[in-house]
């Protein structure tokens, strides 16, 4: 059994930063990805950013956080982190980890972010 927990959300003020972090546990033999995607009130998930376990894997982004977030991958610690800057307001939903672990995609419970003055 794995199990993906986040960690790092909270209420920031537009303009600012947070770091979530996402740590898999339990029989991990290989990660191959580790993504985000988050999910607003009233909308479908949506894909935010993910990086490839591999040593010329590039990071992949939505076009609406490049250039403001940046995803790493922690493989040792089998966790994973999303540094977000210059927040905005429609950056407000929850933040779900995602990780192809052993063949099988993993979410987490999801963390919430709020960007509001």
């Given amino acids: 059994q794995v199990q993906l927990v986040e960690s790092g959300g909270g209420l920031v003020k537009p303009g600012g ?3 979530l972090s996402c740590a898999a546990s339990g029989s991990i033999f290989k990660i ?19 990086v490839t376990i ?3 894997g590039r990071p992949l982004y939505a ?6 977030f940046t995803i790493s991958g922690d ?7 999303l540094q977000m800057n210059s927040l905005k307001p429609e950056d407000t939903a929850v933040y ?3 990780m192809l672990i052993n063949g099988d995609f993993t979410w987490g419970q999801g963390t919430q972010v709020t960007v509001s003055s």
């Fill in 75 to 81: 493989n040792a610690k089998n966790t994973v982190y």
């Fill in 96 to 98: 779900y980890c995602n």
């Fill in 63 to 68: 076009d609406s956080v490049k250039d403001r």
């Fill in 32 to 50: 191959n990805t580790m993504a985000w995607y988050r999910q607003a009130p009233g909308k479908e998930r949506e894909f935010v950013a993910r």
């Fill in 54 to 56: 591999t040593p010329f």
């Fill in 17 to 19: 930063s947070l770091r």
